[in-house]
């Protein structure tokens, strides 16, 4: 399904920031499978990573330099995880970022390292080795769109946007590139995404401009219900711009914030949209909860049903499977008092069923479909995005490897 909308963008690219994509033989199709995301100079970072207790290689080697807080970028791969790989696997990773270092003159220790693709196989580091002076020699000022195509996988489609925002009367940019279609079920943020902005803007203040981006957009899309051992999020800030330092509690923060949001935002819509076999993108609008925390659990468990999933793609009006799925997630709620509506079409009043099915079944052949859940017990609310579970998911996923 192709995304709805794409930020205009005329060279898609953030003043300081360099990239490229080429191809280095990881993938068997030969196509661009290495990328690099470079700063003229050191750039805060912040990252976010997987929670899933077996992680890859490049997500344990990402967990010790982030907390420098000071980097020049990073290199990507595609084709290859480099996950459940050992020893030998971490090492690859290390010799991955080396590479990079030196064949841009980079300092030693300050090139992130991220892979993507099939888990448990050996790394191929002599292809990298074999590549890095092309990758190298590839890096572009308008290079972003060409580093988001070497990083996709069962990716239908390239996902890239970018925003601009006046700080201190100072024009910011903030781009992002992003990979996923399948393994999305957010437990930090689940795919991997690559943030580049010329904001000025130390470490600890982007980490958390970026937690809370990631909170409101990556952890709250779902496809399959899978988190991956290595999801990576991360954001590089080059001070290019001269907007002066972006400091939290202000509101030169607040506004680098919403701006992030935003980029973050689109990528995540799109990779829902572009969910494995996706045919429907679904909107869950859970309102009326105890709390923000019952909010999100609620709209989550129904994200997440298969049997919801399911009804969905099939474009059937099902709202039982809506109302088991809240039942139990585990919230505080009243069968009596719940309405569910869809696309517009309220099928459930105070627990009991309107007699609009068919009404509801015609506003489901929609591509995109609305569901509102109102708990109709607290004030609070959250909102997650999913897509259905066609087919389509599973001939992608039985082949994967082969």
């Known amino acids: 399904m192709p995304p709805k909308k794409k930020r205009p963008s005329a060279e898609f690219a953030v003043p300081g920031f360099k990239a490229a994509g080429i191809a280095c033989g990881i993938k068997k199709n030969g196509k661009k499978d290495l990328a690099l995301i470079l700063s003229d100079g050191p750039a805060s970072v912040a990252g976010l990573f997987t929670t899933n207790s077996v992680k890859a290689a ?14 020049r970028g990073v290199i990507i791969n595609s084709g290859n995880a480099n996950a459940c790989t050992g020893k030998p696997g971490y090492e690859a990773a290390a010799a991955m970022a080396t590479l990079a270092e030196r064949a841009s003159g980079a300092k030693k220790g300050s ?32 290079g972003m769109k060409s580093a988001a195509e070497a990083i996709m996988t069962t990716d239908a489609f390239m996902k890239k946007a970018s925003a601009k925002v006046n700080i201190n009367g100072r024009k910011v940019t903030i781009a992002g590139i ?56 991360m954001a590089f800030a080059n001070g290019c711009s001269g ?25 995540a819509h799109m990779i829902v949209r572009d969910g494995e076999g996706a045919t429907r993108f679904i909107e869950i609008d ?50 009596e008092k719940v309405d569910i509506s869809l696309n517009g079409v309220q099928v459930v009043k105070k627990g009991l069923d309107t007699g609009r099915e068919r009404e509801a079944a015609k506003a489901m052949k929609e591509k995109e479909v609305s569901v509102s859940v109102a708990l109709n017990i607290g004030r609070h609310s959250a909102k997650l995005w999913t897509s259905d579970l066609s087919f389509e998911y599973v001939r992608i996923n039985s082949a994967y490897r082969t």
């Not at 448990?120 to 990758?135: M, N, W, Y």
């Not at 999305?184 to 580049?196: N, Q």
């Open 178 to 233: 992003a990979k996923g279609a399948g393994m999305i079920c957010p437990d930090m943020a689940t795919m991997l995404a690559f943030f580049a902005t010329d904001a000025e803007i130390k470490a600890p203040a982007l980490r958390k401009a970026l937690k809370l981006a990631a909170d409101a957009s990556f952890n709250s899309i779902i496809v399959d219900n899978d988190t991956s051992t290595n999801d990576t999020v």
């Open 286 to 335: 859970l309102k009326g909860a105890a709390s923000v925390a019952s909010a999100r659990k609620a709209a989550r468990t129904i994200a997440e049903s298969f049997l919801v999933k399911t009804a969905f793609f099939g474009g059937d009006p099902n709202w039982g499977r809506i109302l088991a799925a809240l039942g139990r997630s585990g919230v505080r709620m009243r069968e």
């Open 111 to 142: 090139i992130m390292v991220a892979s993507t693709g099939v888990i448990g196989v050996p790394f191929p580091i002599k292809k990298v080795e074999a590549g890095i002076s092309s990758l190298v020699g590839s890096l572009s000022y308008s």
């Open 243 to 267: 907007c002066g330092e972006i400091r939290p509690g202000t509101k030169e923060f607040a506004a680098f914030e919403r701006a992030l949001r935003s980029v973050s935002l689109d990528l």
């Open 58 to 71: 490049p997500v344990l080697l990402d967990m010790k330099r982030v907390r420098k807080g000071v980097s």
